[in-house]
């Protein structure tokens, strides 16, 4: 009180109203109608009484995946993130004092760079989504042209992402098909479907019904385009790198290393690409540099490309991204280390495997993709998907996605359909509640 | 005298050890059968110990900068005082471990905070809708132009492909407005440093789309001319969209939606105080007035009085503009900070910054060129011109400030003000705190005389001295495998 | 080259801010009607606000060396990395919002956990019974002191009232010995650091009560005589008392109660891996054989096959310790500990932080002396009387391996050790990391040989410079009133 | 794997066994039979599971108080306090590289100091019970005299406590009575109990009855004895300090200065005293001096009192303390200020002075004491104490307590009678639930 006196006399005014004597009395208002502030410990009830009506995986076991996973966080990984020097900064504007979170963002750079098997990755995007979007403006910003092909069997919201991104190019989006028996790309097709007008073919590995598909090898002998693939990260632990065949981009949910779902935000976009594109690339570049004593230091570079230098003509707007959404995925990719991934990797396909055959044995309940999964798959049902799901909840068990019901895209072929996801964190006991509730469904 | 924390910190890839962290179920055998042309051959990383990794990021984070460490002055960008509360709310389970796809039913809780959330808006920003979707400042003008676009087309109305801004504004705006299919056109500033309504005038026609402006401007200046403003893009049958990111100096005063603006953004990771986290993730809702409800992204949370639930009937929706329903721990973030501060509260924040930034700016005037008028709100731009002449630049300046163990403030921006520092203590800030500030900012314009040097060769005191950004982008070094 | 943090940090009292966290209920009337006598004329102290008090913490926070920064070499405290699991299962709710007079039904899973970790201790002691009440090592050998004191009056053999320890004993040992009302007898260690069994059997007699040691010994030496002592001890109607601080050095390989020994405490916040907090709090549980059970402290946890419960129904129990039932987060932590590490996980703790030991000991080795033989247990005490002829103390050494941005050893203990620095690398320091902390004494060596001033003028790194201790045992400022 | 064989080989061994070759045969063990370990994940579902049994005070109500109490804590003393910096953190041997630590304990030091009206305090004790033995100990040493009188209706924990601190000094236990009527002291009969051999007097304000008692002010003139005085921290926002009327130790809980109650433990011994004694005090003592630079610098000081130097003859065994509650507490007193102490000592005497009123005027409910109370008070009950609390818990409330049924005192001149806290963390809605309840039980 008194503080804010001795500057209002410092000021010459009377009234911190004066302050405000430029805004037109004419678009005041006379105050938020929003309620009071309440007190710190009465929020704490209050967000406890509101939050407690949320159900948790650990309150049961969800098996849903589609786009964002359940995985084992490592208890440090929350200790770094939380470190306030790191969450409570702003972007390292001014790189002297913000060797920390630089460092961290080129280890995260670095980790998705030997991941993903490219050049370069950016030190963030929004999340798997938004990337797609920027994939397919870099694409075009890359060679100039206008269309960009995508598998049918994308999930609907990148699709809509995807449509609103490439609106203000005027691309034109065209979907390949799939398989219907394997699930994998058909790949006729998608050749057929490339001629010279071809931006960009995106593929996705695993793709949304959670199949390895090994097509993708085959796709950059098929022309010129940007080529650009989606992955999951964790997967890498086995499977090839896009880097390995062929890719100019590649793209990803970071989430999945080490961020907690968070009812779907923050998320996190991986964006990989090449060397040769970076003067494309949109988002933030940490770069390794020097300081005048000759001494290894980081700072964000290639700043030319971004909002802020290039305005109108920059690769994209982005600005704020998900730094500390990297800093979670570079400390848990460190708590892992190669062998944590590979050994990951291999249990989440192993135990999705398991569990695929646990289910498919029960009458009624069929193998839609004779593929190999990752850590989800699609079943078909004996009954109603709706009815599947409300049964398996009142048996305290959320079951998978519901892929007509919940998708604007429609799986007609799939009849009634569920796409379930095993990782590690389900139990062997939620793995058997659930194959023991889908035998009593009726 | 201030020294940053010095840790000559290997990357992690230099360090050697082997892994002590067990996942789930590792001990079983898996027969994992994946074709061999699949199969990766090599992955380049190393093992290392539980420990060494903590160890590791904990010492980076010794050498970085944060608002929980000192005075954050970083103008455009609002560095306040992010509640500790909103962090202990957002490690609960019931955030942390509830997956998007869940039954409504089981995440009743989620979709009652983004409801609540959504009502507050409306009323903060004087919008009749609001969708929490956008994930940053940058995505929420994305999404606001795309709903323009939507909304002209609606009416048939397909030539109106151009956005102005003023020269004043923030990067993002041209950018995202290109993003968006929109050509831009900049108009300059009048010499009070506002929109130049003959310049809008003469840019505004049956092409114009929508006028994107922030106020106050980047200047950290009103614009009294706003109704006119509103009234000049409305008869032209353009939008007016406001660049929410300086709500924070009208906040509980006056609305972007009294103030005739269609659209807004809400910078939630500025003004409500949700962490920065070093470069985001932030949120970026955007409100709207009735016209352009319609056109919102999916879903909406609505509450039919009893049941909260996600609406993905909305008419003319232009669909996503993010995978799922924004940043949602941001958003409870957000919605904790202005359940403490209510709407009084809000008011008070936006006073006290106006206080303090208008403080500052006379204790620095003299020692800095203040360039157009004095009164502010949230923000201050002076320029350090006047050190030009000791052959020292605005860079040295915040460099220096450095070692003075505060944050500089933005340099170099908005674009019209020549070597620009742009201060916004934000209400979070004592007056202790800016008296040191200041103090400090004065000691060093007196060095910038004495000893230039002192400032050129700046920072002395940081975890690395300054650092070769040319080099960085001529030769760039971008991931471990690239060092040679 | 490293360099702590340094801020000119003032004391909280001499900031200025007003409060701004609110109390619930703050803004109501309260009609307190205190006598005029008893009420409270002055408070001096001041108000801050939030935002202010958390970076003043902060920054202090980065003065600070904790061992998830850096090797903490601390012989004797075992400090270990500690488990982040752990804190974040004591940070919920079910842990730290329990009252401990709730019904018993309420707190089932916090008995659960007490009762298992009593179960677990058990096992590791070699012991039949165990109490969780005392809240320190320290606290644990008093505990344990009282049982061997109520033990023998219950035999009504009221003369024994002597504790023999030897001469290589932690302070803690005597003390406590004196505070249960006993006579300590100190007797020296033979020419191997070990029980002068001589001076043992010449100590003991019909007043002895108990022995007192640990094994390994302080100088990280295992006793082989151990079984010859506990006979000898037994024999004489004495009890054996084992100091746990040191079962890192044999967890998994042997027990306390397979060497003989009647009671034990265990230190949590040292071989459990719960932090130590700066200096507390830990927790020093203490772990009887059968002839000593009917005397623990009151409650202990029990379980009938379904229920957990608190029993007060100790036959000849010495009553309370500590006010309630020991330190109850401190336990969970130890519980998650042991949790995690199984059985097996326990032995391996202890063979890796054996060879760690030897390892740094046989590097070390030529460069300071070795007292003793060779090879030790889980820590290893060297003495730096060797450079004593450059005018260099031990003291001198530990203050320049701050320099290095790691932490010195423990020094001047065991006190039959001249210039002691004692070293206990523990098992989850990386062979990267002994290299490096060998390396660094290695240098200091060199230096002290070089440049002697360089050591004796150190630190040079840190926040502070060396401090003036005897200054400030002199005229002692203790608190900030009493600053002049 | 790798590291431990180069290490192995270093040291010229084939077998980690090699390294036990000291210890005999005969006393090895085959193996610690208490299960494999798990892995990080695994045991954070297991701890949930258990812990899912408690019931908190979020859960239910809980107006127990009686020793340790429920108070808001701010976030922000929980960010402060897991700073791993100060947790991890061993005792400050090394003073220059433990400024933070020192610096915060010497402002808990003068925080302490300054709420008791003492000249020092020191860093902590383990809790408020081993503070009074420690007491007890001190004024021994202090006049060398062998009784000490506490009051009759001294908690019982606190008095087994005090019975085996002063056991090896075969100190004498005296209790002197309190005034039925008004649960305050009989100060009449305490006089005549002091004589030449009192080494101490023990007295509480507020007292175990939660009764605010002016008696304290007459005590030090009945002699020479060291007069002790414990305290309830907050209390002292309105109540005179005991430096005032002449105490020469204080002590207390420091739990309810920001610790939260962890279902009794950690908790913290406050312990102040006059500089004239301060050679006698128990415990660490931080102090203030200057480094070689004449920087101001904080440092452990008077260590000759302590153990680790004067072995058998230390003024009290402690080594490891409570110094991270000690950062809580320095950190709680921060936030709250010199005006947040004020309020809520007011806020904590109001709330609980109104609930008394509420049920003492619910038929058969009395008054047990006719005094003021500070946040706690002693009801008689209409019922057998155990009838009223199973109800109570019924209806989802904790009430207080419970006098005779779970103290080892027993208070026959009370009946049934039960100990209710209220404090700032009972909401109103709380209080209702409460009164409400109680005038249904039958
Ligand atoms: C005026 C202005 N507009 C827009 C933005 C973009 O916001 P974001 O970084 O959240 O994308 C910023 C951020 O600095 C800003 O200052
Ligand atoms: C050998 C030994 N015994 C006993 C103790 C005392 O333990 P605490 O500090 O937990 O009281 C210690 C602590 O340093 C110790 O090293």
Not at chain 1, 102 to 124: H, P, R, W
Not at chain 1, 371 to 394: G, M, T
Not at chain 2, 294 to 313: H, I, Q, S, T
Not at chain 2, 377 to 382: A, I, N, S, T, W
Request: some cysteine; charged content about 25%; aromatic content about 10%.
């Amino acid at each position: 009180m008194d503080d804010e006196k001795e500057m209002m006399d410092f000021l010459g005014i009377k009234s911190i109203e004066e302050l405000f004597s430029d805004i037109p009395e004419s678009v005041k208002i006379g105050g938020l109608d929003i309620g009071d502030g309440i007190d710190e410990h009465s929020l704490r009830i209050k967000a406890r009484e509101i939050l407690s009506k949320n159900k948790t995986s650990f309150d049961m076991p969800i098996f849903l995946g589609a786009g964002v996973y359940q995985h084992y966080i490592p208890s440090g990984v929350f200790s770094v993130a939380s470190r306030s020097e790191f969450y409570t900064a702003y972007t390292p504007y001014q790189p002297e004092i913000s060797q920390g979170m630089l460092q961290t963002l080129f280890e995260y750079q670095s980790y998705i760079a030997e991941l993903t098997g490219m050049d370069v990755a950016n030190a963030s995007m929004y999340d798997y989504a938004t990337a797609l979007g920027e994939a397919a403006r870099m694409a075009n910003a890359i060679n100039g042209k206008n269309e960009i092909l995508i598998p049918k069997n994308l999930q609907w919201e990148k699709k809509s992402v995807l449509r609103n991104y490439v609106k203000g190019l005027d691309m034109k989006i065209i979907e390949y098909p799939y398989d219907s028996k394997t699930g994998k790309i058909n790949i006729e097709e998608l050749k057929r479907l490339i001629n010279e007008k071809t931006a960009a073919v995106y593929a996705e590995n695993p793709n949304f019904f959670g199949v390895i598909d090994e097509n993708v090898l085959k796709i950059r002998e098929f022309g010129n385009f940007v080529f650009i693939v989606g992955i999951n990260p964790i997967s890498l632990g086995l499977l090839k790198p896009p880097g390995d065949y062929g890719a100019d981009i590649v793209i990803g949910e970071g989430q999945i290393l080490g961020n907690p779902i968070n009812f779907g935000g923050p998320l996190l976009g991986i964006f990989a690409t090449k060397m040769e594109h970076v003067r494309k690339m949109p988002g933030r570049l940490i770069g390794m540099s020097k300081d005048r004593d000759g001494k290894r230091a980081f700072v964000m570079t290639l700043q030319t490309r971004e909002q802020h230098i290039r305005r109108a003509k920059a690769t994209s707007n982005i600005c704020s991204n998900e730094a500390l959404c990297a800093v979670f995925s570079a400390a848990y990719l460190s708590f892992l280390g190669k062998s944590g991934l590979k050994k990951l990797a291999e249990i989440n396909m192993g135990r999705a495997e398991e569990t695929r055959k646990m289910i498919c044995s029960i009458r009624g309940y069929t193998n839609a993709h004779d593929s190999l999964h990752f850590n989800e798959f699609v079943v078909k049902l004996p009954f109603e998907e709706i009815k599947v799901h409300r049964f398996l909840l009142s048996k305290g068990i959320h079951g998978g996605y519901l892929m007509n019901t919940w998708s604007n895209n429609s799986f007609p072929e799939l009849g009634n359909a569920m796409l379930l996801n095993v990782t590690e964190v389900h139990t062997d006991s939620d793995i058997k509640r659930l194959v023991d509730a889908l035998k009593e469904v009726k | 005298m201030f020294h940053q924390a010095v840790w000559d910190e290997k990357l992690i890839i230099e360090m050697k050890g082997k892994r002590s962290l067990r996942l789930p179920y590792e001990d079983r055998d898996y027969n994992v059968e994946i074709p061999d042309i699949l199969k990766r051959s090599e992955l380049n990383l190393n093992d290392n110990e539980e420990h060494e990794v903590l160890r590791h990021y904990v010492r980076l984070s010794q050498m970085n900068y944060g608002v929980d460490l000192n005075t954050y002055p970083l103008g455009s960008c609002t560095m306040k005082f992010n509640p500790k509360l909103s962090e202990e709310i957002v490690s609960m389970d019931q955030v942390r471990y509830i997956h998007p796809y869940q039954d409504q039913s089981t995440v009743q809780g989620a979709l009652q905070i983004m409801y609540e959330l959504q009502e507050y808006l409306k009323v903060i920003g004087g919008m009749d809708a609001v969708t929490l979707q956008p994930v940053a400042g940058a995505d929420g003008e994305f999404t606001g132009l795309l709903l323009v676009r939507a909304y002209h087309e609606n009416r048939k109305d397909y030539k109106r492909r151009e956005i102005i801004v003023p020269d004043s504004a923030h990067g993002t705006n041209p950018a995202s407005s290109t993003m968006a299919g929109f050509t831009t056109i900049e108009i300059p500033s009048d010499k009070n440093g506002l929109v130049d309504l003959n310049a809008l005038k003469e840019a505004l026609s049956e092409k114009t789309a929508a006028f994107m402006i922030t106020n106050p401007n980047t200047l950290g200046i009103f614009d009294e001319n706003i109704l006119e403003i509103a009234r000049l893009v409305h008869e032209k049958g353009a939008l007016l969209y406001y660049d929410g990111a300086n709500l924070n100096g009208i906040m509980g005063i006056t609305t972007p939606g009294k103030m005739g603006f269609d659209i807004v953004h809400f910078n939630l990771h500025k003004t409500f105080a949700t962490p920065h986290g070093g470069g985001g993730p932030g949120a970026g809702p955007v409100g709207v007035k009735r016209h352009l409800e319609d056109f919102l992204p999916v879903p909406v949370v609505r509450y039919d009085g009893k049941y909260y639930y996600l609406d993905y009937n909305v008419k003319n929706t232009i669909g996503k503009v993010a995978g799922f329903y924004g940043n949602f721990a941001v958003l409870v973030r957000a919605w904790a900070y202005i359940k403490l501060q209510g709407g009084n509260g809000l008011r008070k924040v936006t006073e006290r910054a106006v206080l303090n930034t208008n403080y500052i700016r006379k204790k620095l005037q003299g020692h800095y060129d203040l360039p157009y008028k004095e009164l502010r709100k949230h923000e201050v731009v002076f320029s350090g011109s006047n050190l030009k002449k000791y052959g020292v630049r605005t860079l040295d300046v915040a460099k220096r400030m450095l070692d003075y163990g505060v944050h500089a403030p933005t340099i170099y921006f908005p674009l019209i003000v020549e070597e620009a520092l742009m201060i916004e203590p934000t209400e979070t800030e004592s007056k202790e705190n800016m008296d040191h500030l200041a103090d400090i900012m004065i000691k060093i314009a007196q060095e910038a005389e004495k000893d230039p040097e002192l400032l050129k060769t700046a920072p002395h005191n940081t975890a690395v001295k300054r650092i070769d950004e040319v080099e960085a982008a001529r030769n760039p070094v971008l991931t471990w495998k690239m060092i040679k």
